[in-house]
């Protein structure tokens, strides 16, 4: 039984959309993968900034304890300036007083810097948080998307499946076996058209002879690639 180029054209067809159908099925899970991983960077990147963001704080109340111990000891130091004993022990005291509070300036200094950067690294971490979300929000959106065209793409593989085994009806027995291993290997690509006398797959012309046995609807394959030729009509 010959092959018609039509039959043919229809079984490769078939074929590719299987192949497309079952691209489908087998990208969405991975899909959920990468937006599942994406999601995991963003909350990786949210808790170092987490982290940035009490360490600054964490500075910036030592700095402001450290400020108010050195306050309290100034004032300390005051009451025991009115109590001092000699013009010597008055001085001593007074060099302390004075040595503190320039301390307390550079420290306050320290401070005002060190708040301002609390304050940068908290915008930083509401919107790290924030990328957390929409993240996440993503991730959901495309898990129901591919929750709800699976079963689709499954019914259609299914459908695809039936119809080219129907196809397959217009092979000869005797390339049977070579067809089927060629589908096996290469999947849809394991026809090809050939078009303006020349392999779809390999674009290496024909033979003369082989466009006679194409014309004539005989199943050859082609002697570069070795896949089952047909003349697309279509061109």
Known sequence: MAATTHSLSELHQLHLKLENAQSQLDRGPKQIQARQRFVETKKEEAAEVHAKFQKLKMDADSRSLQLKTNEARIESLRGKLNAAASNKEFNIIKEQIEADEVANSVLEDEILEALEKVDSTSTEVGQAEQAVKDAEAETARISQQVTESKAGLEAECERLQA????????????????YRRLVQAHGASAMAAVTDSVCSNCFVSVTAQMLVQLNTHQVIFCKTCGRMLYIDDSA
């Open 163 to 178: 119809a080219i085994k129907v196809a397959e009806t217009s092979i000869p027995p005797k390339v049977g076996e070579q």
